[in-house]
């Protein structure tokens, strides 16, 4: 498995985070589990739609990001699908996310979450939420190449020789 395989296949993505933020800047940061979740995680178990990171006491937190207990697991498997995980960053950049996430508008958003190296790893971004009238006109946007697409698509099928 090369290196850009790690990040075309994520084993939990949350779609829903650039249509509901502009991301500005991203953080990968490694996850504390607890007995069988790396396994339920492995299996594509994981669904971090609801999921949200805060910052306590220096220490970075993922929120509700449910991952369902392992079928084979055995006693060693947690009870609670979406407690709070720990996420391992340097204090550096914790404290330069405290400083981003404290500004007006502006949360910390879990993207994906992928294994790199056989560790578990989160996708961290820090955005600022978008108003309606964002979503229409990214919409819009998308739209529009959606369209033009298409249209080059067709000349090129009529302009190719047969």
Do not use: C
């Amino acid at each position: 498995m090369g290196k850009k395989d790690q990040f075309d296949k994520p084993l939990a993505q949350n779609k829903k985070a650039s249509h509901d933020y502009f991301i500005e800047e991203t953080y990968e940061a490694g996850m504390v589990l607890t007995g069988t979740e790396i396994k339920s995680l492995r299996t594509g178990r994981a669904n971090l739609n609801d999921a949200f990171a805060t910052i306590r006491n220096g220490e970075i937190f993922l929120h509700n990001l449910h991952i369902s207990p392992f079928e084979q697991g055995n006693r060693n498997n947690p009870s609670d699908p979406t407690r709070a995980r720990k996420l391992l960053l340097h204090k550096v950049q914790i404290h330069k996310l405290l400083g981003l996430s404290k500004q007006e508008g502006y949360t910390l958003v879990p993207l994906r979450v992928y294994v790199k190296n056989g560790y578990a790893k989160v996708l961290i971004g820090v955005g600022k939420g978008k108003k309606q009238y964002d979503k229409r006109e990214a919409a819009a946007k998308r739209d529009v190449q959606r369209d033009l697409q298409r249209i080059l698509r067709e000349k090129q099928k009529v302009s190719m020789p047969k």
